[in-house]
């Protein structure tokens, strides 16, 4: 199993690198930061050229992909535009655990990330634990009672999120729950951010802010899953081992969650673990409808202004997640599973 | 029943994790909020907690909070370094300039005890020398007085190799800076720089805060101090930034012009115009900036009081006249003003900004240069196909489209991804139709859109006819370097922004003679040449005056906003009682 | 002849299940009875409705698409159809046990084999769980599992395909029922694995007294091991008697047609296989008249009209034919 | 197992000409493993050296248990496998190291039967698409025209009915399909068919149609059979010598009346004695030869004679010498130590 | 034909008669046996013909220029008898737009699924019949696109290719060159998942008895590729290419709606949606048309998806 974890991570490593050169070329056509700066004005011509040098932005793509990923600490940049480099670099690159300080505000990626990433986890987790709680009554019952009024209510129900857009979604609740809720007298959902600024950052004030983004990120991975479990039940109810334990007198909740469930599970928890890190990134679209001050966020706000250290960190991080998930969607399994063995 | 209940502690255990990484992220910005505060202690309330809901709640009455709604987080704190609006217009709170100026764009002296002037002797008579002198009562929130030195210091800041100040206009344009004394700044420019006023000492860096930082690290980009400025000059002091959340200022108790009337200012960061309209309209803001036009009688509606403040910004259409690479007929006079005749400003303004504002004449409209005697070309579209005949283009093979020596008058029209922008296309599309002109509209990303001719911009490479944006000169002052030949932007020089490609040798020797022109009366002669040169050669096409609006709500009191420095009175906003 | 009580007694059993394509009458009026102590084979090609026959006493059938129509299967005189789905709970795995064909799938892949085999004896037996490890131990012993303690913590897929049935057949036997039904135990197995469980089995069976029914399509198998045979076609019982009987005096047509489409191990080649023409019928359609009539070397008229009843042709010989194979002609 | 290709033996071995000669084959699958690169650790000797001779119009029968490599034997024969050593000729074809032309020749004269009538089949193509292919690929008949004559030929001497041509295979019955399959491995006129286990899916009444269909034929085209199963009543039936395969290796070869009633090898004798006999009094009279355990891994086979461990009568010598491969009799090839 | 062979002639006697009785019945003729009886899916194609009906169709009523007329002085109107579904922000007349919209919404989920299984199914037919080191590395890339999440790699590609789009004429309608760049934008990012598909397909069908028959009777590679394993893997390539389709229009709506999409005035369901939420209490006719719309034919063909995933493969009854 060590080894098999070992070779992996040996394997991710070239992955991961040539992901990191495939987008960091992408990014370089990505816009240019220093065109506006994110103001008004167009940035003049003269600090245009200052800032292309200072940023290290005038170098050949390859120098700069390089610069990031080893750093420049051992190379020396020509700050004054004199057209001798004279400065030694500061940068100490991806590799020794320097990703740069943002184009934006010059924070270290890690700091702009990590301000961030608990706030997305917060949002992400509660949905992925609702998900996960209603998923799994609503598939199971379903499979269960299959052809059933309710089962073909929750199908079609089902069917009706998981088709519907998440911001469609969105903007319908959004409609119901805060505007409507309001010009009719209503107790309303706040729209917008995490928490009252004036009132704090409370728990109530967050779990009373997270209602309306969690359920909008929730609903369609609930209608899928739910599915999902609903057939991966019914697959295993239709097994000979579940003969087998109905032949053998067991009572039916032993043989729904012990004998069918637990071989169910298995594409179930694999496809959660693969599902997580995605969730990381969290749901851009979510996120940016209700102001939730996460990583999905984040990342818009730098791509508009084509802050390549910050995009480039956050994909990055996502990569590494999604690997280490996938790895661990892959112990999981031979967790759950004792006929997969890896080595 | 074994899976759920693992995979139910898993998530409990991740939730619980992530609520604590969401408790710990905080200390960043109050950790740095606080040792100043153990150090100066001032009166910023007791060290800010992060559980405790802050001051509102523990005495209501007493603590006046204002919550201002921003669409846009501040990048950075340091005036220096940012390019953004949010957060220059922020700068009055908590920084200052030497002078700021009031509603009717005036500078008033804030560090100086007067503007410098040839009368005062504060300039010297071929312009190239400033001398400044400071008020003696000026001091940072800590306490620590600002002298001359804080001004060598900025200055020397901005020049630094090692730090990517977001602009050095026109610092690099100065030999020297240099404190006579404590209370005397003196500045020394290459050529004689006209435009001073408006572009001198936009900010100040406190010395005794980033001196022993840069020293240290030969940089001051990383400085903490650009995040969390505690220590500042404005009548408010910054308190706390929860990163995509909020800012908080509070009064600076040390403020020379006495303390500010509110005791805190949040900013609130909401993503999006619709949120920050519903909280204005909810009351869960005092004011709010950069809205769209057709919000404007709902928050009206709801008892905001909306201000157009005028800040420069006139949005307008250049056109492509790059010798080699523009649309032909682009080339010919009659040919642009039949386009600024055929297309209706003023209705475009009355339906689509309702009517708030006027149609820009000239780049130079709401600034003191303008040239009151010019007013926008008017809706004609009879007289524009008459000229468009006249210059040869005519419609010869029937398709709806004019055309000459087989080249159809199809102009490529390119703008910003902004909503009034993609809608003035539609409208332009149409009108322009019936005169028989096409357009094909295009619309980027502001960062690409702008991005320089290295970058291939699309604003910058000529591959557009049309392009459509609002930049405002140095305002209050109208110099601008968008229409020199030297900035065309070219293989030589990839980071020019002349977008026109025009080359005029009168309209350029004009505009190299006002910057040299010291004398207002006389600058504003040059000006209102080159205002008449640029309307009647319709080199460029003003669409609409693009003021700021501020949106006010009944709560708060004694506002004034300025185009220049917004918030320049920020002392006195109070609330009503 | 058979002086031992009747332990089950089945009577007119009718399966059906409604899948997309139609109706499949799966069961079609099935009787039997089974003695203590006594072991009778079913045997029959795949689709003749045997297996479905077991499971719907089992109450194994899935309802929907299944449904017993009718019939009644007396259990030491309780109608076991008739009993609630938590009445037979208490049956099933106590009184009467199963072993399936497949060993592979019949076992919970992702539970050991000790916690599958002690769960009938939690179940029913309420043992507590030192105690059901022990008897598990002992169980495995019996079926011949070396090493039981620690194989017992193994999972199916490191048994071995004879030893997964080992382990079936232990879980089987747990709580010592009554009634072993075995459909198809040794199908998926090789011959020297079969010969290996049919001894198994026959020991057991000996040991236990206990009533066995065995599945099998295999003719082969049976004989060595069944006191009584029961041969069915198309949902129905077409031809019943004891062993030795039924080999020597095969009175149904299909029966005798099996029988000489069989080759012999023992015997050197003398003759072509007889082989018989077409193929088992579509049950999607209900059976009319005789349901062998279409493949019947003997068929007349009246085959095809009229579904013959399960006439005695000897003593404790039964069969389903209007046609006379020994007189070579239909009877009277 | 052994090597020993004296050409004395061979002559010995066969009187006629042999149609297919199988020399020392082995195909063993690598098993890999590694940190980042894969290295080899080991093989599944699935075939490890197995030699015999089919003459024209015989029918060599293959016999063991599951696992034994008796499938992978018959397709490495006809080279749908690569060989790792040894040999195989089919009609002077040398399958394995021959130039495409020859190897497309032998496609057309060596054919394949599946077990499987369902697998077997390509579910999309109609029975005229799955008789036709040869007939296609080997552009016998390229006219589709007289292609469907010679498929409907075909179809009506396989028993099915030509009217059926156009049909899918999922229409038919499992007895239907192999005919199809039968039919299909007829179509290129070929001399020699690898019958792999063609009735062991079937139901017993359908399993003599197809048995006596394959003798028919054979008799008609002067068939050669290679048949593999495992019903060991059938293989009687059928064939006229028997080799009894043991993990890879062959360990009795012999005419099928001598090996069935003369088994000489403990493992052809426990073989036969566990096959049930369709007569209960025999069957209750036999002395059956239990073997204890499972066949062994074929990645790591016991060492000296493979079947030691499950050997009632194994010596000391067996677990450590791999026993000669020797003629005890005429035509009667046994490798054993105790015989 | 029907007449009874002597026995010693074989087997002609043994033709089974009931396969006589049934009609002959494709896979084609049964897969659509099998939808029709699934409700939901007839539903949903029921419910996909009148959209398109509607997208197409409705071109006949409205015209284009009226579809982009805009009439600032009839700005955002609630739905009333003129204008059903109301007006935008230009006073343009959201119920044309909805239908020419729908054209390019429709177009970009048609033209980006094939995009996808060009890609998609190339790679994993390569991947899964050759096996080995072609294997390892397609998969590697695989892999690589899919670790970045499907709409960041789309939103920095979007990004990436913006900067340059010359508008297009197809047909003598200009179309936004955006309209490109998102339809290649979604195919390139989507395709891993349906070549994982195709290669586990081609992997398991490569192990089927008949693909050994057909390398026994000396078919070739290429035919056994296109002839053999490609025939019998097109029911999950179908129903995930209908699939797609859903997919593709939901997407360039969420890249349309983050305001990276298709550029106006080329009209989208996806980009009628941009900026559409700052009208959310003020306009609400703004989002409700196009975003029910989509959610309309997203959900439609997800039923016909669902319907065809049973109909082709009977046994699956995964979602």
Redesign the interface.
């Known amino acids: 199993m060590t080894r098999y974890i070992l070779r992996r991570l040996l394997q991710a490593i070239p992955l991961l690198f040539v992901i990191s050169l495939v987008l960091f070329f992408l990014m370089q056509n990505m816009g240019d930061p220093i065109a506006t700066m994110g103001g008004r004005n167009v940035t003049r011509s003269a600090d245009r050229e200052r800032l292309k040098r200072q940023l290290g932005l005038d170098k050949p793509i390859i120098v700069q992909y390089l610069y990031w990923l080893a750093g420049n600490d051992w190379a020396k940049a020509d700050l004054d535009g004199d057209g001798i480099a004279e400065t030694p670099g500061t940068r100490r690159g991806v590799l020794r655990g320097d990703f740069g300080l943002s184009l934006v505000n010059k924070k270290p990626v890690t700091q702009v990330i990590w301000e961030r990433l608990p706030n997305t986890l917060l949002l992400m987790l509660t949905a992925e634990a609702m998900i996960l709680i209603f998923a799994l009554l609503i598939g199971i019952y379903s499979a269960l009672k299959q052809y059933s009024t309710f089962d073909n209510i929750i199908t079609t129900i089902t069917f009706l999120f998981y088709s519907m857009p998440v911001f469609f979604f969105a903007l319908v609740t959004m409609y119901i729950f805060a505007v409507n809720f309001k010009k009719w007298g209503l107790p309303y959902l706040p729209t917008v951010g995490m928490f009252e600024p004036t009132a704090g950052k409370t728990p109530l004030q967050v779990a009373w802010h997270m209602v309306l983004p969690t359920a909008t990120l929730s609903f369609g991975f609930i209608a899928g899953y739910s599915r999902y479990i609903r057939s991966a039940m019914l697959e295993a109810m239709g097994q000979d081992y579940v003969r087998t334990a109905k032949a053998k007198g067991l009572p039916k909740p032993e043989i729904v969650y012990i004998h069918a469930l637990k071989n169910a599970a298995l594409p179930i928890v694999t496809i959660i673990a693969l599902d997580l890190p995605f969730l990381l990134g969290g749901a851009i679209v979510t996120e940016r409808i209700f102001g939730w001050p996460g990583m999905g966020r984040l990342f818009l706000d730098h791509v508009s202004r084509g802050d390549t250290p910050v995009v480039m960190g956050i994909l990055m991080m996502i990569a590494v997640a999604v690997v280490i998930f996938q790895l661990i969607a892959d112990i999981l399994y031979a967790w759950l599973d004792p006929r997969i063995r890896y080595t | ?4 209940q693992s ?2 502690l898993f ?2 255990v ?2 619980v ?3 604590i ?6 200390p ?1 910005t109050p950790a740095a909020t606080q040792a100043p505060a153990a150090t100066e202690a001032p009166a910023v309330t007791e060290a800010p907690s ?5 001051a ?2 523990e005495a209501p009455a007493e603590r006046k ?1 204002a ?1 201002f709604i921003w669409t ?5 704190l340091n005036p220096y ?5 949010f957060s ?1 217009v922020t700068q009055q709170l908590y920084n200052c300039w030497a002078w700021d100026f009031d509603e009717a764009n005036k500078p008033q002296p804030r560090l100086v005890t007067e503007l410098p002037s040839v009368d005062n002797g504060g300039l010297s008579a071929d312009g190239k020398v400033i001398t400044m002198k400071l008020r003696d009562d000026i001091v940072w929130s800590d306490g620590t007085p600002i002298t001359s030195e804080d001004f060598v210091f900025t200055y020397q800041m901005i020049m630094a ?4 100040v ?4 026109p610092y ?1 344009l100065m030999e020297k800076v240099e404190g006579l004394d404590a209370r005397t700044v003196v500045i020394t420019f290459k050529e004689p720089y006209a435009p001073w006023v408006a572009n001198l000492w936009r900010g100040l860096l406190p010395a005794h805060v980033l001196k022993p930082i840069f020293d240290q690290e030969g940089t001051i ?2 400085a903490e101090w ?2 969390a400025p505690t220590v500042g000059c404005g009548p408010f002091v910054f308190d706390q930034w ?5 800012t ?1 200022f509070v009064a600076n108790e040390k403020y020379w012009l006495g303390r500010p009337k509110l005791d805190e200012i ?1 900013f ?8 920050q ?3 204005l309209k ?1 009351g ?1 803001g005092d004011l709010g900036t950069f809205f ?1 036009y ?2 404007l009688p ?1 928050l009206e509606a709801a008892g905001i009081k909306i201000i157009n403040s005028f800040s420069g ?1 006139n949005e307008g259409i250049y056109f492509n006249m790059h010798a080699e690479k523009g649309h032909p007929a682009l080339k010919d006079v009659k040919v642009r003003q039949a386009i600024a005749l055929a297309f209706d400003r003023q ?2 303004v ?3 900004l309702l009517g708030r504002t006027k149609v820009a004449a000239t780049d130079w409209d709401n600034t003191p240069y303008n040239d009151p005697s010019i007013s926008p070309w008017p809706y004609d579209p009879e007289k524009a196909k008459a000229l468009l005949d006249e210059a040869g283009w005519v419609d010869s093979n029937g398709d709806g489209v004019r055309d000459k020596d087989g080249v159809e008058l199809v102009l ?1 029209y390119g703008t910003t ?1 902004r ?1 009034i922008r ?2 003035t ?3 332009a ?2 009108q322009l139709a019936e005169v028989g002109i096409k357009l ?13 001719y290295a ?5 910058a490479n000529f591959s557009l006819d049309l392009i459509e944006y ?3 000169p140095n305002f209050p002052d109208p110099d601008t ?1 968008a229409w020199l030949c030297a ?1 065309i932007p070219s293989d030589e ?1 990839p ?3 002349n977008t026109s490609g025009l080359c005029d040798e009168e309209l350029d020797a004009l505009f190299k003679l006002q910057a040299t022109q010291v004398d207002y009366n006389e600058r504003v002669q040059t000006f209102n040449k080159i205002t008449k040169m640029i309307f009647e050669n319709v080199y460029w096409l003003g669409l609409w005056q693009d003021p700021d609006l501020f949106g006010v709500s009944s709560r708060l009191a004694n506002v004034k906003i300025s185009g220049v420095t917004p918030f320049f009175n920020i002392m006195e906003w109070d609330l009503a009682q | 002849m058979n002086r031992r009580q009747v332990i089950l007694d089945l009577k007119d059993l009718r399966t059906r299940f409604h899948i997309a394509e139609g109706t499949v009458y799966a069961v079609n009026g099935v009787s039997l009875t089974l003695h203590e102590c006594e072991t009778i084979a079913i045997v029959g090609e795949s689709g003749c409705g045997k297996s479905v026959t077991m499971l719907s006493v089992m109450g194994l059938i899935p309802v929907p698409p299944g449904e017993i129509v009718s019939g009644q299967a007396f259990y030491r005189g309780r109608d076991l159809l008739a009993l609630s789905e938590a009445e037979m709970e208490h049956i099933r795995g106590k009184e009467l046990a199963m072993v399936f064909q497949d060993p592979m799938t019949a076992l919970n892949p992702v539970l050991t084999i000790g916690r599958q085999i002690s769960e009938p004896l939690r179940v029913h037996l309420n043992m507590d769980h030192a105690t059901a490890q022990q008897r598990v131990i002992e169980l495995l012993e019996q079926v011949g599992i070396p090493d039981p303690k620690n194989r017992m913590n193994d999972y199916p897929h490191q048994f071995s395909g004879g030893m997964r049935q080992r382990a079936m057949l232990a879980m089987a036997l747990a709580c010592a029922p009554s009634v072993l039904i075995a459909d198809e135990p040794t199908t998926a197995l090789d011959v020297t694995i079969q010969a290996q469980i049919i001894e198994l089995v026959t020991r057991l069976r000996d040991a236990l007294c206990m009533a066995v029914i065995w599945i099998t399509h295999d003719l082969g198998v049976v004989a060595g091991l069944a006191e009584r045979v029961i041969v069915m076609y198309a949902g129905l019982v077409v031809e019943e008697a004891s062993v030795d009987e039924l080999y020597d005096d095969p009175r149904h047509p299909y029966t005798l047609a099996l029988l000489a489409a069989l080759p012999r191990i023992d015997r050197r080649r003398d003759r072509r296989l007889k082989s018989i023409p077409g193929a088992p019928p579509n049950l999607l359609v209900m059976p009319h008249g005789c349901p062998f009539a279409p493949r019947c070397e003997f068929v007349f008229d009246r085959c095809r009209a009229e579904t013959p009843p399960l006439l005695p042709v000897a003593i404790e010989h039964r069969a389903r034919c209007w046609y006379d194979v020994v007189n070579g002609k239909p009877f009277e | 197992m052994i090597a020993v290709q004296a050409p004395s033996t061979e002559d010995a071995m066969q009187t006629s000409q042999p149609l297919v000669k199988v020399r020392d084959l082995r195909k063993h699958f690598p098993v890999r493993r590694g940190l980042i690169i894969e290295r080899q650790i080991g093989s599944v000797k699935a075939v490890d050296g197995i030699t015999f001779d089919i003459a024209k119009g015989e029918t060599l029968g293959l016999v063991g248990e599951s696992g034994c490599g008796k499938t992978t034997a018959g397709r490495t024969i006809l080279g749908l496998y690569p060989a790792t050593s040894g040999q195989a000729l089919i009609d002077g074809i040398d399958v394995h190291h021959s130039n495409r032309e020859a190897i497309k020749m032998l496609r057309r004269k060596a054919q394949m039967i599946f077990q499987d009538p369902y697998a077997s089949l390509n579910p999309r193509w109609t029975v005229a698409g799955i008789i036709g292919e040869p007939l296609r690929v080997h552009n016998i008949l390229p006219d589709p025209q007289a292609r469907a004559e010679r498929v409907k030929e075909l179809m009506l001497r396989v028993g099915l009915s030509p009217q059926l041509i156009n049909r899918f295979p999922h229409e038919f019955s499992g007895g239907q399909r192999q005919r199809i399959g039968v039919a299909r491995a007829l179509a290129s006129n070929p001399s020699f068919i690898v019958c792999d286990e063609p009735i062991s899916a079937l139901d017993v009444s359908i399993q003599a149609q197809v048995v006596n269909l394959l003798e028919d034929l054979q008799d008609e085209f002067g068939l050669t059979y290679l048949f593999i199963a495992h019903d060991l009543s059938m293989v009687r039936h059928i064939c006229d010598r028997v080799a009894v395969m043991y993990l890879g290796v062959i360990v009795e070869l012999a005419e099928r009346d001598e090996l069935y009633e003369h088994p000489l090898h403990p493992y052809t004798q426990a073989l036969l004695s566990a096959v049930p006999i369709p007569d209960p009094k025999k069957d209750r009279s036999r002395q059956r030869i239990i073997l204890a355990g499972d066949v062994p891994s074929p990645l790591n086979p016991p060492p000296g004679c493979r079947f030691h461990p499950r050997c009632p009568i194994a010596m000391d010598q067996c677990s450590r010498i791999q026993p000669e491969w020797r003629e005890v009799a005429p035509g009667h090839w046994v490798a054993c130590h105790a015989v | 034909m029907e007449s009874i062979a002597p026995p010693s002639k074989g087997s002609i006697a043994n033709l089974s008669p009931d396969v006589l009785e049934t009609p002959p019945l494709s896979l084609g003729q049964l897969t659509w046996r099998r939808f029709r009886r699934h409700k939901m899916a007839n539903f949903g194609a029921i419910m996909l013909i009148l959209l398109v009906l509607y997208a197409f169709g409705g071109a006949f009523v409205f015209s284009e220029a009226y579809a982009n007329k805009t009439e600032t002085g009839a700005r955002l109107q609630a739905p009333s008898r003129e204008h059903p579904f109301g007006t935008d922000t230009v006073g343009r007349d959201i119920l044309a737009r909805t239908i020419y919209g729908g054209q390019i919404s429709i177009l970009i989920g048609l033209t980006a699924m094939l995009v996808e299984l060009v890609i998609g199914v190339t790679v994993g037919a390569i991947s899964g019949f050759f096996g080995g080191l072609i294997d390892s590395l397609l998969m590697r890339i695989t892999e690589a696109v899919i670790v970045i999440p499907q709409i960041f790699l789309l939103l920095v590609m979007a990004k990436y290719f913006a900067a340059s789009i010359p508008n297009i004429t197809i047909l003598g309608r200009t179309f936004s060159g955006s309209v490109v760049v998102i339809i290649l934008v979604i195919g390139v990012t989507t395709w891993p998942y349906l070549a994982r598909i195709v290669r586990s397909q081609f992997l398991s069908i490569k192990e089927n008895d008949f693909i050994l028959a057909a390398r026994a009777t000396g078919t070739s590679t290429t035919e056994i590729i296109f002839r053999h394993i490609l025939p019998n893997s097109i029911a999950p390539i179908i129903v995930s290419g209908t699939l797609s389709v859903a997919s593709a229009i939901t997407l360039e709506a969420y890249i349309s709606f983050l305001g990276l999409g298709v550029r106006p005035p080329t009209a989208t369901w996806g980009n009628m949606l941009e900026g559409a939420y700052n009208y959310i209490e003020t306009a609400w006719w703004l989002w409700f048309f196009p975003g029910a719309l989509i959610a309309l034919i997203v959900l439609s063909i997800n039923f016909v998806g669902d319907g065809l995933r049973d109909a082709l493969d009977p046994h699956s009854r995964a979602i």
Not at chain 2, 72 to 76: A, I, K, S, V
Not at chain 2, 268 to 275: I, K, L, Q
Not at chain 2, 455 to 459: D, I, K, L, V, Y
């Open positions: 029943m074994v899976i759920r995979t139910r998530l409990f991740l939730v994790v992530s609520m990484l969401a408790g710990c992220a905080q960043a992060v559980t405790e809901a802050p509102a709640t909070v919550t846009q987080e501040f990048d950075t370094y940012t390019n953004m609006w220059s190799d090692r730090n990517t977001a602009s050095r206009n690099d980009d990383t650009n995040k929860e990163s995509g959340s909020f908080r949040f609130r960061f909401v993503p999006d115009d619709a949120s309209i519903a909280a909810a869960d769209a057709s919000d709902e910004y209705k475009l009355d339906d689509l490529k991804t909503e993609q809608d296309q539609a409208v599309q149409q094909d509209l295009q619309s980027f990303d502001p960062d690409i859109f702008f991005a320089s970058e291939n911009g699309a604003s609002s930049d405002s370097s900035e020089n980071t020019g922004v």
